[in-house]
């Protein structure tokens, strides 16, 4: 046999989806609670908590824009180093392409004058 449920206090209905949680809630803490007595010790536990949540936010904070500077630096240098990158391929490329040229120049006036029987007046 079941055992019997326990009855619930009868309570209006905002109230009920609150019920759990103002038994687990810790007292409000107002902004000028280092200037009272506190003699209840869940007021003072709740003070010390938030001054803790206060000093784990404030260094969270710090450590997240330290992040995000080094993670800036980094991206900049990345985008640096692609750029030089990038102006040094051009660079050689035309010097690539210059010489193709003048290869190709070399080459039509060494045909001219070896087999045409060209002069060097005749194709300047």
Known sequence: M???EPQLPLLPESDIRNLGIQIKRMPRVFPAVHDLAMSNTRQIEAANYSRAV???FEQSRINDAIRQARLRAKSR???RQLKAMNNAYRKNTRAA???TIQHRNRYIKQ???HYLGMGPELYN
């Open 2 to 4: 079941l055992p019997e």
């Open 77 to 79: 240098a990345t985008e």
């Open 111 to 113: 045909i001219a004058r």
């Open 97 to 99: 392409q210059r010489a």
């Open 54 to 56: 206060g000093v784990a």
